[in-house]
Structure formats: C-alpha cells, structure tokens
C-alpha cells in the first residue's frame, strides 16, 4: 500500500506532517483575525502531529530524507513562525519605534529558529534519534512563547520591553550549546 512506501511523498508519516504545516498556516490566519485562543488550539494540535509523524515513520520505516526536510519545514511554521506571529500581535505597541523594535525580535528569532533547524539538520541522520538536543529545540521554544504569551495576556508581566527581552533570550536558546534531553 502506498501509505506505508517510504519512496511515496504522501506516505501517512508525511501525510500527518502536512497536516501540521496546514495547522500551523490557519492558526497565523486566525491570528490576524485577532483570535488568539482558535490559534493556540490549532497549534497544540499541530504538536501533537509533529510528535505522531516521528512515532508513525519510526514504527513503518518510512524515515527517509524527504520526510526530515519536511518535518523540519513544518515545525518552522508550527513552532518558530507562527509563535512569533502570536505573540507579536498581541504584544500592545504604542509607538511606530516600538513596532520596529518587537519586528526586528522577532525576526531575530525567526532567523534564529530556521538556524537551528538547519544545523539539527545538517547534523542529523534520517530516522536516528539522539539522546540530548544541542540547544532549545523549537518546539520548546514555541512553548516558551507561549508562557510569554499568558504572562502578558493576564498582565503579570505588562512590560513590552522585558518580555522582548525574554523572547531574545529564548532565540539565542535555539542555537546555544544548551543540552535539553530528547523525550
């Protein structure tokens, strides 16, 4: 059956991370539609693919090239992009230079993020799993922002520049020498 040919682009590992990619693009659009808590739901959705795409290719030995490029395209828009969106709309800007400021953040950490998905990739076999990350891997950096996003949606950090701050050091997390167990 095609579904389980790891030759095949649409294999069900592949499948599964596409639908991750598709989340991760709704979820932006409902972001700009200012519902925030719809895009959260989407993208917790899409972790939980990106967790089953690696279960189901390790399990059917579909692992090959196409899909590590893939699931690495995917978390890029799941967990680097569109974390970034969320936060940077709902962080409250008053001025054009605070605008400016909160862009060139984020597109640190967006550039940050491709960065180590790049280097994981370069380093990385298809199907090997290691026992540490080398640095925040970027699901974990999704997660941190979205901590960010609720300390400043229920004010317990108001301070646009702290939590820009936060989000800089989480970026330059991504590509530290930082050992974070694999699960």
């Known amino acids: 059956m095609r579904l389980f040919d790891k030759e095949n682009r649409f294999n069900l590992a592949n499948i599964v991370t596409f639908a991750n990619i598709s989340l991760g693009i709704v979820a932006m659009y409902f972001i700009q539609q200012g519902n925030f808590t719809v895009a959260i739901i989407l993208a917790w ?10 279960k189901i290719a390790r399990r059917y030995n579909l692992s090959c090239e196409f899909g590590v490029q893939l699931d690495s395209f995917a978390d890029f ?8 969106f969320l936060l940077f709309y709902a962080l409250e800007k008053s001025t054009p230079l605070e605008t400016t400021l909160a862009g060139v953040v984020f597109l640190y950490y967006i550039i940050s993020g491709l960065r180590r998905l790049i280097e ?9 799993v290691t026992k540490y990350f080398e640095g925040v ?10 901590v960010l996003y609720l300390l400043y949606s229920y004010q317990i950090v108001e301070n646009l520049y702290m939590i820009l701050l936060m989000v800089l050091s989480i970026a330059w997390l991504l590509n530290s020498k930082v050992r974070i167990p694999h699960p």
Do not use: H, Q, Y
């Open 137 to 146: 891997p970027t699901p974990l950096g999704a997660i941190l922002l979205w």
């Open 120 to 128: 994981f990739n370069l380093k990385s076999e298809a199907g090997t």
């Open 45 to 54: 959705i899409a972790g939980a693919f990106d967790i089953l795409d690696g």
């Open 77 to 84: 828009i799941s967990f680097v992009v569109m974390p970034s």
